[in-house]
T-cell receptor
């Protein structure tokens, strides 16, 4: 079964609006990462948040982590058409080999100009 | 500074043939990971290698699949006697040292006829 599950599966918004994606996971983690994938391409790392952090910012991205609820959210503010992509959360299992990241199925974001 | 290079970009094989997928990690990276992605799915971990060693192959099928990362040259993911169910995008990622961030290649799309 998936460790990370993103929600919603698909999201369609207008340019300039904010986009919020959520991720839930099952086991204890060292950190949680968010990646973006453009169609037919590899994944690009966006941001990493450690288990002892609650919130992190990077440009227009804001990530929160609630370890008590085993959930994270990714907020993209002032979205642009270029943000259209699939977004995945990935967790490393506590005690697992580093890099054995477990990915969710992703949220497909469509930003309309 | 080239990123993670994968080739070929597309590979077509008939059932029963062998598929060889190559991955050159980023310069200075000694950790290589292989993931498989089915359409509309997240990435599934297959194997984690360091130079000349397999660290974690818990995600790799026991039969027909093998991986290596020799002292010299790229990492190779080898699939023998391919079946239609092997059709997928195969991504390689690398990282260096203790950095938890993965850098992904653009993937190899394997199609089995």
């Amino acid at each position: 079964s998936q460790q990370g599950e993103e929600d919603p599966q698909a999201l369609s918004i207008q340019e300039g609006e904010n986009a919020t994606m959520n991720c839930s996971y099952k086991t204890s983690i060292n950190n949680l990462q968010w990646y973006r994938q453009n169609s037919g391409r590899g994944l690009v790392h966006l941001i990493l948040i450690r288990s002892n952090e609650r919130e992190k910012h990077s440009g227009r991205l804001r990530v929160t982590l609630d370890t008590s609820k085993k959930s994270s959210s990714l907020l993209i503010t002032a979205s642009r058409a270029a943000d259209t992509a699939s977004y995945f959360c990935a967790t490393d299992a506590w005690g697992g080999s580093q890099g054995n990241l477990i990915f969710g199925k992703g949220t497909k974001l469509s930003v309309k100009p | 500074n080239a990123g993670v290079m994968q080739n070929p970009r597309h590979l077509v094989r008939r059932r029963g043939q062998e598929a060889r997928l190559r991955c050159s990690p980023m310069k200075g990276h000694s950790h290589v990971y292989w993931y498989r992605q089915l359409p509309e799915e997240g990435l599934k971990f297959m194997v984690y290698l360091q130079k000349e060693n397999i660290i974690d192959e818990s995600g790799m099928p026991k039969e027909r699949f093998s991986a290596e990362f020799p002292k010299e040259g790229p990492s190779i993911l080898r699939i023998q006697q391919v079946v239609r169910g092997d059709s997928a995008a195969y991504f390689c990622a690398s990282k260096g040292g203790t950095n938890e961030k993965l850098f992904f290649g653009s993937g190899t799309q394997l199609s089995v006829l």
